[in-house]
């Protein structure tokens, strides 16, 4: 095994080594740990001569400015006036340090302090997935330095773990609080790890949004004092999503230059705050939200964070997004149960809504499989009492009134027409109109003798009561032990008010705890499941949930056009190949905007392809254009999902998105792009291409598999694909192509 970490006990120098970056960190003389330096660098570079340079010297000059020192994990106790990466508070006791201290309770000061450190290849972070789904290289060992800290005078110990993914140019840090004190100690603040960044000015991009118009790209300036990111929720959210790119200001593009990126494996109430300290350091601390944040350790108790996944690019913010499209491909996302590409999947609710018969999905399952369809899920409606959003939310059994046989006969049809069945749900919420919350009105969150607010006619169950986890979990499994169910679309959809629970303020982390332990345990027992995840859209995507997954639904809003800035946002930190996409009725529901077939197929077909339409009001040549471009998907799927993605252009800064997606030997490629607006007279420039074979000839192919033309790949990663500029005209209604290049010569 490469040795990727290495401990030089004369200097108390660590140095993590990724294939292009490094990561570097010291033990002073009192035991203090503080970080060095982390940059991109040429694999030949030795980080071991930086162990001297004092790059960030500490601000003695100044009585109003002394805690700019780069612990490595800063605390509530050596820093007492910025932010820190751990607040805790012990009753009153410990060491004195002095014989005439008197008693203050309870004690907000922990200093840590190394006490040893070791390197294993089995360490997880705390809710890794338990479903027994391996990640495509889990099998791979990957090095974690483990570094033990305690406090001077308290049993509390803090031990800090950082695993490598040296391809990756990634790392993943994570802590481990254990209290061996006689008393409960509390803990105030908690962060996964912190970051610090080189000296220098930066900016930080980020998507955010909203409801239906999820990650739209955002980039500021870092200055003086706290920019904080944060969602405080029961779901990662719609407004804000846990990842980022930090940038120093004016030298990174999107293909060149130093990239820091990061993101957090948490689907709960997170932040991530970017500290611009006065002498001008930046930390970047990620992890729980401290907004009515709690976590109450018993002696003898231990809590593990989730991780806060992080790296450096010296490739621009393409660089970064490929190295984090890899690590989630390989690392991440569990290998599907099924094939290794994600089915093509028909969901009826737009054709249907609750009006929902046997006779209607089994003429529509007809239809999806003569066009190509793999999938058929059947969306809301289908359980008991459920006619409308009023009524049935916890009540996981199927309705006799629309299925008298249960579902065991439309199953059996659409397993006849070739595809495989799988079901909507909801597991984490309630409608008062519920037998379940008739029976237990007590098991939603709520504040005794104060109003229950309800959102979409629906209250939250309370996650932190065992006894509910439970009850949601055998509701899910006896689904999956009468029916042969093998995909769950697995929503959530409202934000989280009164936040009463058993559990106190620990809720917001039992409540992901509990989500994750039910999607673990179902895929456990029935190998067979995959789940997709959604919460009103793009409401929970994040690298902690994708860990259980194989896709997620990225934004309710179905408009191809508005489809185009949430996937060049969504594809900044995520891969395509996760994003699941839906062709959708020709007159949007949502936005009323009219749109040609072959925009709304060339936009979806940038992830996992779905369709959403009436099949039923399809004529024979729609249904044929249908049947011509999901075959064209299926074909082109492969590159979809383990290509590397190029943003050539995007819409918001160019008014058109340009992607490209190649394998990596370069074989095979596509080419997209989708105009969102144009002026007229605008012609719309050609892109060059990337990552193709420059002596090779590439044939050029549309979905109707006719051959466009040939070129070589240095013309095509020289002057662009020919057409673009001619051919895409608004005014003619022509709005996107999407073409197949593969190698001929």
């Not at 694999?43 to 612990?71: G, H, I, M």
């Not at 004195?96 to 203050?104: E, K, V």
């Not at 479903?131 to 330095?145: C, M, N």
């Not at 995959?530 to 859209?537: F, K, R, Y």
Request: proline share 6%; hydrophobic share 40%; glycine share 8%.
């Amino acid at each position: 095994m490469t040795e990727a970490i290495t401990f030089d006990p004369q200097e108390k120098l660590f140095v993590l080594r990724m294939q292009r970056s490094f990561y570097a960190m010291r033990i002073l003389s009192d035991g203090q740990l503080v970080h060095v330096k982390f940059a991109a660098a040429d694999p030949t570079v030795q980080p071991l001569r930086l162990s001297r340079l004092d790059e960030y010297p500490e601000a003695d000059f100044s009585s109003w400015e002394n805690q700019t020192r780069l612990w490595e994990f800063p605390t509530f106790g050596d820093i007492s006036y910025h932010d820190v990466a751990l607040k805790a508070a012990f009753p009153a006791g410990g060491i004195p340090l002095c014989a005439q201290d008197g008693a203050i309770d309870p004690i907000r000061d922990l200093r840590l302090r190394y006490r040893g450190h070791e390197i294993r290849t089995d360490a997880a972070p705390g809710l890794s997935p338990a479903h027994g789904r391996p990640a495509r290289k889990q099998a791979t060992l990957r090095q974690t330095l483990i570094i033990d800290m305690q406090d001077l005078g308290f049993d509390f110990c803090v031990r800090l773990f950082y695993r490598l993914t040296p391809e990756c140019d990634i790392i993943e840090r994570w802590v481990q609080l254990e209290n061996r004190t006689a008393t409960p100690v509390a803990i105030e603040s908690l962060a996964f790890a912190t970051i610090h960044l080189p000296l220098g000015e930066y900016d930080l991009t980020h998507t955010a949004g909203s409801w239906a118009r999820e990650f739209i790209p955002v980039t500021q300036s870092l200055h003086q004092g706290s920019t904080v990111l944060k969602q405080q929720g029961l779901n990662t959210g719609h407004s804000i999503n846990p990842a980022f790119f930090v940038q120093p200001r004016g030298l990174a593009t999107p293909a060149g230059g130093p990239a820091y990126f990061g993101a957090l494996a948490y689907s709960g109430n997170w932040s991530l705050r970017f500290e611009a300290l006065p002498t001008d350091p930046i930390r970047i601390h990620g992890g729980y939200e401290t907004d009515d944040f709690a976590l109450h350790l018993a002696p003898g108790q231990t809590h593990t964070t989730p991780a806060f996944v992080f790296g450096v690019a010296d490739d621009g913010f393409g660089g970064a997004s490929h190295r984090l499209h890899r690590f989630i491909h390989d690392y991440v996302l569990p290998v599907p149960a099924h094939t290794s590409s994600r089915p093509v999947l028909y969901n009826s609710w737009e054709a249907v809504y609750f009006d929902m018969t046997v006779e209607s999905q089994v003429r529509l399952a007809s239809i999806a499989a003569a066009i190509g369809v793999e999938l058929f899920c059947v969306d809301d409606g289908w359980f008991k009492g459920r006619r409308s959003d009023h009524a049935g939310l916890g009540d996981w059994v199927v309705d006799k009134t629309i299925f008298p046989e249960g579902l065991n006969p439309l199953i059996e049809a659409v397993k006849k027409l070739g595809m495989r069945f799988g079901l909507w749900v909801e597991p984490e919420m309630v409608n008062p109109n519920s037998d379940l919350y008739r029976a237990h009105p007590d098991w939603v969150l709520h504040f005794p003798t104060r109003p229950r607010t309800e959102l979409r006619h629906q209250l939250i169950l309370d996650f932190g009561r065992p006894e509910v986890v439970r009850h949601v979990h055998a509701m899910l499994d006896a689904l999956l032990q009468e029916y042969d169910i093998t995909f769950f679309k697995w929503d959530m959809n409202r934000h989280a008010t009164e936040p009463g629970s058993v559990a106190g303020r620990e809720i917001w982390f039992r409540h992901v705890a509990g989500v994750y332990s039910i999607m673990d345990q179902l895929r456990k027992k029935h190998p067979r499941l995959e789940i997709q995840s959604c919460s009103g859209g793009g409401g929970r995507v994040d690298l902690g949930i994708l860990g259980r997954v194989e896709q997620v639904w990225t934004s309710d809003n179905t408009d191809a056009l508005d489809r185009v800035y949430i996937q060049d946002g969504f594809s900044l930190f995520y891969p395509p190949g996760v994003m699941e996409c839906w062709v959708t009725h020709e007159h949007n529901h949502q936005t009323g905007r009219v749109l040609q077939l072959e925009v709304r197929f060339d936009t979806a077909m940038r992830g996992v392809l779905g369709i959403g339409t009436n099949l039923d009001r399809l004529s024979v040549e729609e249904l044929d254009t249908y049947r011509r471009n999901i075959a064209f998907y299926r074909k082109i799927r492969p590159i979809i999902e383990q290509g590397r993605l190029h943003r050539l252009s995007t819409a918001r800064d160019h008014g058109a998105s340009a992607w490209q997606m190649v394998l990596p030997d370069g074989s095979q490629s596509i080419y997209s792009l989708v105009v969102v607006h144009s002026l007229l007279g605008h012609q719309v420039p050609c892109h060059p291409l990337r990552g193709l074979v420059p002596n090779a000839t590439y044939s050029i192919s549309d979905a109707s598999e006719r051959e466009l033309l040939r070129l070589s790949g240095t013309q095509l990663m020289t002057l662009g694909l020919p057409g673009d500029h001619r051919h895409i005209y608004v005014k003619a209604g022509i709005r996107s192509r999407t073409v197949l290049l593969s190698r001929v010569e």
